[in-house]
């Protein structure tokens, strides 16, 4: 009797999870805990460096709503891709702005998985504005993402409801708009998953291979000899 009784709390233990909305309480949480010990960090005279002025008072700083990082799986790069196909992959990883008066000023990095949260560093004052602008008109229950295209150096904003992202919105941050031309010839505010997925396939499929000088070098250092 007592080991079924075990194995039914096993398996409800074990279906349990949490939503994004009880995940961005913890992870605010976890950054409001740590936060102080970054900011005694930031070196005298140097404050500006991180988003601050000389008039901010430290001890008015708060965390803001997260931001949850997106990246594309490797498939996503090296296969071709089919069409209303999810390619993204959700990382334990955050970006928490903080802001004082209202005003974004830089954001935390917080990874980890709830009970286990740890910031791990600050910085990104020019994102942390861009992503205060590009977010203050959506739904406030959305839940909002940072897509991160490393091949590019390209950022989407994304913001997403109902835990699916066939209908979430992809707005494009200036590095995006930068690294992907079709994006300032659409100019458009907002894109779906596969608008995205499709300009950021071209985009890397055109972007220049790198030379490899490493021969170069090595054959210029041998005829010195």
Known sequence: MYRSAFLVLLVALCSFRFSPDQTNDLVMKAAESQLPVYIAKIPAGQEAAYGFTDQDNMDQCTVGKPFRMLVFTNDFYITKTEPEVNYLTIKNEWRVPVSINGQNRTLL?????????????????????????????????????????????????????????????????????????????????????????????????????????????????????
């Open 109 to 225: 990095t917080l990874d980890g998985n709830p009970g286990n949260f740890s910031v791990s560093g600050m910085g990104g004052t020019e994102l942390s504005k861009e992503l205060q602008l590009k977010s203050a008109g959506l739904p406030a229950t959305d839940n909002f993402y940072l897509l991160r295209v490393f091949p590019l150096s390209a950022d989407f904003l994304v913001s997403e409801h109902d835990n699916s992202f066939a209908d979430a919105q992809f707005i494009p941050l200036a590095s995006a708009t930068v690294a992907i031309p079709s994006l300032a010839k659409n100019k458009k505010a907002t894109y779906t998953l596969d608008e995205v997925q499709q300009m950021v396939k071209d985009a890397v499929g055109k972007k220049p291979a790198q030379k490899d000088t490493t021969k170069k070098k090595s054959q210029k250092k041998g005829s010195s000899k």
